[in-house]
């Protein structure tokens, strides 16, 4: 057996009651990368003396990609964020089309997705990656699906493929999120590979439910061998929550992507 992925799992949706360093040491503890949400909750010195290897983080807090003002907010909330990644080592910092309120619901709704949408949002991307380069940074754009987050402009796989492809720049990743996809458009395999060249991290839970592998409907071990068999040997993480005991999920977790 092997393990050909680097795995990591979003410390904000496990042991809840504990603190976010807590979480981060126990993740580090088993092996695992750690993912995380927003820093103005956490405890970053703590984070820091627990050595985690953080494989993605929020990289904005407000903010959106298609409007001047909402590109202007987020290239400013971009920047801390980028300081606050490099304090804590952070691989990848990550974006949505909009800043997402309380329990996900996009701050700025859009049923329909304009033309001058796409000029500004690719306009705007480049402008993520000046600032990315000059951090010495990387961004990821992550797709959501329109359940969980409606009206989310650029949430789909198809949109964030299309933008990441079209900036085509090595400071701008996809985090494919695949719980969203499998919500949205399904398919996963196939989407793996048309992503594959831009890819910065794979992100997975099954579906419904959005817990770990094999509580729902999604064959993980087969996307893990796909994505193995496609050459991709970087960042799987977990971004679910446990049916029960969190670290049975892990364990779960890890089994589905250990070939």
Known sequence: MTQPFQLAACAEMLWKDQPVAWRAARLTEMGFGVGLWNWPEWDLTALEKTGANITIMNG??????ADKDGADRLLASARDAAQIGKRLGADRLNLHGTGLGDGGIPIWQHDVTTGQMW???YDTLHRICDLAEDEG??????NL?????PGCPFGSTKDVLALVSSVNRPQLRINLDLYHTQIGEGDLIRWCEKCLPWVGEVQVADNPGRCEPGTGEIKYKAVARALSKMGYSGPVGLEAFAEGDEEDA???FRAAFTL
């Open 145 to 149: 699906n329109q359940l969980d987050h």
């Open 250 to 252: 892990l364990e779960a």
């Open 119 to 121: 000029l500004n949002a």
């Open 60 to 65: 904005y807090l407000e903010g959106r990609l």
């Open 137 to 142: 940074v990387v961004f990821t754009l992550e």
